[in-house]
């Protein structure tokens, strides 16, 4: 029996990469002037569903959403102490913020926003916390990175939101990220679930950054459900 061009690909796919391909719906991010990146696996594989922006003086942020259906699910799953008793639905946002060494960043408000483009609804979260996942040596996607923000025991610094940040080095990565072909120094996260909203195409807005004694606005993030083949790994 002669394969089909498509089987082809699949089995060689498999062998090869020992990744499977799948059509994979999910919210894909866009703006002027970014540049998209994966967040499985360290960055390796999945769906090309973070956006990376640049700032000023080197600062840069990477966006992308998540499933506060599937962060439920999960953490039942593994029992971990910060389950929450009930199931949340939703999304979430995660916000990885790279300083360079030196610099100081500080959020100038708590406030993300969310619109929903079909019924122009705003919705509002104030963030309170930023991680520092000080043993983390890999970019954590969004999912990974909300298991550590609720309450209980866990790996990772808090700090209040508005706290200035300093860009510090850490050059023992795993794998080494790289953003617009800068190597990455030590990131901080942010968390931002709104709970109840879907949407099939938003608009984030994040907080202003503060750098050098200026105020600097990223461009609004469009999220837009997205299907697509995606090559995804069997282990990582």
């Not at 122009?120 to 000080?134: C, G, N, P, R, Y």
């Not at 860009?167 to 190597?183: E, I, S, Y």
């Not at 709104?194 to 750098?211: A, D, I, K, M």
């Not at 050098?212 to 999220?223: L, V």
Request: glycine share 6%; charged share 20%.
């Amino acid at each position: 029996m002669r394969l089909s061009s498509t089987a082809i690909f699949v089995l060689a796919s498999f062998a090869v990469s020992a990744c499977v391909p799948a059509p994979t719906t999910y919210l894909k991010p866009f703006a002027v002037g970014g540049q998209h990146t994966k967040s499985i696996c360290a960055g390796s594989a999945g769906p090309e569903d973070r956006l990376v922006l640049a700032g000023p003086d080197g600062v840069m942020i990477g966006v992308e959403s998540y499933s506060l259906e599937e962060l439920s699910a999960v953490m039942r799953t593994s029992r971990m102490p910060n389950t929450s008793p009930s199931d949340r639905a939703g999304i979430g946002f995660s916000v990885i913020l790279h300083i360079p060494a030196g610099q100081i960043v500080r959020f100038a408000s708590r406030s993300f926003f969310l619109t929903d483009q079909a019924t122009q609804k705003v919705h509002q979260v104030e963030a309170t916390s930023i991680l520092d996942f000080a043993d983390a040596r890999v970019l954590l996607d969004g999912l990974v990175a909300s298991m550590q923000s609720g309450d209980g025991p866990r790996r990772v610094r808090q700090m209040d939101i508005r706290a200035p940040l300093a860009g510090v080095r850490q050059p023992d990565w795993f794998v080494a990220p790289r953003w617009f072909g800068k190597l990455l120094d030590h990131p901080y996260y942010v968390i931002v679930p709104f709970e109840g909203v879907t949407c099939s195409e938003c608009l984030l807005r994040v907080p202003p950054l503060e750098v050098a004694s200026k105020t600097f606005q990223f461009p609004e993030i469009t999220f837009r459900l997205v299907k697509e083949w995606v090559l995804w790994p069997l282990n990582c």
